[in-house]
């Protein structure tokens, strides 16, 4: 990929978790590539490729145990698809899957090759031609949904993610731009967060390297942030387990309150004061405890 990707690599876990959360369970059949629905987003670098450019633009896990791999074109090359094929055959030595290959083609695009013979070797990748969706119609249509406070369908989203690719009356940098200012209107944070993640992602080729760099920092600032009130949430019921305990034990439930300590998930402090209400001796308080910390272990 460009230069210009290493921004997004350098905050993989921002991007990643967020595309994946983004595009799970999602199917992008309304752009004509017919998959099972998508799992995750899967790592893109492929050491055993011999070539400059060493990472394909996505590859996604499917329900089916399939993968999908989608590149972004913003101009065609008959080369490209030698690279592509070269990306295919490391990603099946690693995962030993198959593997269907998609390649979006910007606006500027209106005639490609889709299937190359290599001898005894065919090798074919979808093309998807975003000329024919019209990019200005659409993003009226989404300004219009976000300005009055309507939910953004699957759908939506998906169109909000390809519009710097569409056919538009105003160049790419300046559509991915408006495309982020849309998204920063989503008043849930949560889904804010992943769509603005994932536009930066899709959107790296062709959009100014500084103001990937800003939106990044966005990204950070806001991912800071979440992270603290989880964590505040957090100590508000650990505390509240504690002064229950104290309450009802007094200094004997000092051992316990120093479990709870540790107990960092809130679904299972939730549900430990729920368990706790209903426990009559300490024994059996003591021993739920237990028991949420053996779980968290395991779920983490």
Do not use: C
Request: net charge negative; no cysteine.
């Amino acid at each position: 990929m460009s230069e210009q990707m290493d921004i997004a690599y350098n905050n993989y876990d921002i991007i990643f978790r967020n595309m994946t959360a983004q595009f799970k369970e999602k199917v992008l059949d309304f752009y004509g590539i017919q998959t099972a629905p998508i799992v995750r987003v899967e790592a893109t670098d492929l050491p055993t490729i011999a070539v400059n450019d060493r990472r394909m633009d996505f590859l996604f896990l499917l329900a089916d145990g399939t993968y999908l791999h989608l590149e972004f074109q913003t101009t065609f090359n008959e080369e490209d698809l030698d690279r592509f094929l070269q990306y295919d055959v490391s990603a099946y030595e690693r995962y030993k899957k198959p593997i269907k290959t998609v390649v979006i083609y910007g606006a500027d695009v209106e005639k490609v090759l889709e299937q190359k013979s290599y001898g005894s070797v065919q090798y074919e990748a979808q093309a998807v031609l975003m000329k024919k969706y019209n990019g200005d119609a659409i993003i009226q249509h989404l300004w219009t949904k976000v300005e009055n406070g309507e939910e953004l369908t699957d759908l939506d989203e998906l169109h909000l993610i390809f519009l710097p690719l569409m056919r538009s009356s105003v160049n790419r940098s300046e559509r991915t731009i408006e495309t982020v200012e849309i998204a920063k209107r989503i008043k849930n944070e949560e889904k804010q967060v992943r769509l603005l993640a994932t536009i930066i992602a899709v959107s790296d080729k062709f959009i100014d390297k500084e103001y990937v760099e800003k939106l990044m920092e966005v990204l950070s600032m806001a991912r800071v942030i979440r992270m603290a009130e989880e964590r505040a949430r957090i100590n508000e019921s650990q505390q509240a387990i504690k002064k229950y305990l104290s309450a009802r034990l007094g200094l004997e439930s000092k051992p316990m309150q120093h479990k709870v300590d540790l107990i960092t998930d809130l679904y299972l402090l939730h549900h430990l004061l729920d368990d706790l209400y209903r426990a009559e001796k300490k024994e059996e308080m003591d021993h739920l405890i237990d028991i949420v910390l053996e779980k968290q272990k395991y779920m983490g």
